[in-house]
């Protein structure tokens, strides 16, 4: 009758908060009360059949004895461990008066830190968790699935194959170093595909500089115009190492990271073929955002209702700018980069290729390499303008338009024409008495100068004018 909203008839309900400290087969469980105080001891279970019926079983014992009571639990996100615990208490839901919900580690450290706690042990790890919920209802999400766990767990693999790709690539560029330097020279930006397939024939110089040409014409994809300086400069190669031990070494490489790209266009393919989101469609219409970084966007960011605003979205990504300034040393803005990598990556690759393609980030990033910009800050500033497109898209479901972006940026010079007063500026008499260094009484006589009117009206060196013309009349200034 009236969704979302839960009527009791009698008694009161009572909130208690159960922390998990979840480790490699087994978990801490605690339940504290809305005092912070255990209300029964601290006890831990394996993670295993028995142990999750153990927990079914003091769970059920637990409402029993507390029929008015809502219990919510939290367990910290900690690399998959805790997935069995969390998937078996939202099992649990459906028959008891339990509400769990993960959490970010960082957040539960931070606030154990704030109280000054020096020991850790597992037991204190889940009363920290406990904690937190208590004193941070507002961060847990509950009544929510983790729908795409399997999906995110195929994306994980899928960057460990791409990482493990360019380790080999690193150590395949060392070897050629050695044993084929003058191949690097078509390898500036990358292996292209016939390097690869030149290399399992002709590994060494020294193989190479026996070849002829005939045998070079049948690699794909290989350009003629190489050919003949390809066996030239092998002829003439300062390779150190050409023995039969780093042919087969070269040649083994190269074979394991054909086959790494093979499995990774592979999963590739897979994973967005099975993905087929709405909102996938609906930011590939973002110039710049094709298949693959669009399916890794979404399932990096899971809802956007979980950012309340494109701040929160930008601290996730940790594209927030910082500003770090402390006693006499002064630091600009620059990226926070917290959080996880791999989004920054993507993004990182969106906004690249956005300024080659897409004319609304092409022109910013023109403006700001015009202000002095350096070109990664501006690239950064670019991942951030990205972000915002992002979430506007997301949140209210509508494909790029260049003219909404427009508009902001004429709502944006409107409010700057009018700008405010700084309030963060702190104004201070200048005491030649105060036991301050060097740099910090040069910038308080600065900032003393440019609180004088007289002087930045008729600079350091002019005299103090012993008239003014205030609408054609003429007032003399006389000391009071």
């Known amino acids: 009758m009236f969704p979302g909203i839960l009527f009791i008839k009698e008694g009161v309900m009572e909130s208690y908060y159960m922390g998990i400290d979840v480790s490699k087969g087994y978990a801490d469980f605690v339940i504290l009360d809305a005092q912070k105080q255990p209300v029964d001891k601290s006890f831990q279970l394996d993670d295993t059949w028995k142990g999750q019926e153990r927990l079914r079983e003091k769970l059920k014992t637990f409402f029993e004895h507390r029929p008015d009571a ?26 008891m008066p339990l509400h769990v919900t993960s959490l970010n580690p960082y957040a539960v450290k931070a606030n154990s830190e704030g109280a000054m706690k020096r020991n850790k042990t597992d037991k204190i790890s889940a009363y920290n968790v406990a904690e937190y919920i208590l004193n941070h209802p507002e961060k847990g999400i509950y009544g929510t699935e983790n729908r ?17 790709k360019n380790q080999m690539g690193n150590q395949l560029e060392s070897l050629i170093y050695n044993a084929n330097p003058e191949v690097l020279v078509y390898c500036k930006f990358g292996f292209p595909k016939w390097v690869y397939e030149l290399l399992l024939h002709y590994p060494t110089a020294r193989c190479l500089s026996r070849a002829r040409s005939k045998g070079l014409e049948r690699i794909p994809y290989i350009p003629k ?43 590739v393919k897979k994973l967005i073929k099975t993905i087929q989101w709405p909102e996938v469609k609906l930011l590939k219409t973002f110039t710049g955002i094709g298949d693959y970084s669009a399916v890794g966007l979404m399932l990096e960011i899971l809802s956007i209702d979980l950012f309340p605003s494109a701040k929160h979205l930008s601290s996730f990504f940790g594209l927030h700018p910082v500003y770090k300034m402390s006693g006499d040393g002064s630091y600009g803005f620059h990226m926070s980069k917290q959080g996880r990598s791999e989004p920054r990556r993507i993004l990182f690759m969106v906004a690249f290729n956005a300024i080659q393609n897409n004319p609304v980030i092409k022109d910013f990033y023109k ?3 015009h202000r002095g910009m350096n070109r990664m800050a501006a690239i950064g500033a670019c991942m951030h303008k990205i972000l915002r497109i992002i979430y506007g898209m997301l949140k209210h479901n509508k494909p790029f338009d260049p003219e909404v972006d427009r508009k902001y940026q004429e709502k944006g010079y409107i409010v700057r024409k009018n700008p405010k007063g700084n309030k963060m500026n702190r104004y201070r008499d200048y005491d030649p008495q105060a036991p301050i260094s060097r740099r910090q009484t040069k910038k308080r006589k600065e900032q003393m100068t440019s609180q004088s009117d007289l002087v930045a009206v008729n600079g350091i060196e002019s005299p103090v004018p012993n008239q003014i013309e205030i609408n054609g009349e003429i007032f003399l200034l006389t000391k009071v």
Do not use: C, P
């Not at 795409?148 to 493990?164: A, D, E, G, P, V």
């Not at 003439?236 to 039969?244: I, N």
């Open 367 to 369: 403006r700001l390499l």
């Open 148 to 164: 795409y766990f399997s999906l995110r767990k195929k994306w994980t693999f899928i960057n460990m194959l791409t990482k493990q």
């Open 70 to 95: 809502t219990l919510y639990a939290g367990v910290e996100s900690t690399g998959g461990y805790e997935n069995n615990w969390f998937h078996y208490l939202r099992d649990l839901e459906m028959e």
């Open 225 to 267: 115009e190489n050919i003949s300086n390809l066996i030239e400069n092998a002829k003439k190669s300062v390779a150190s190492e050409m023995d039969k031990e780093m042919e087969e070494l070269i040649i083994a490489n190269v074979k394991q990271i054909l086959q790494l790209d093979k499995d990774t266009d592979k999963q």
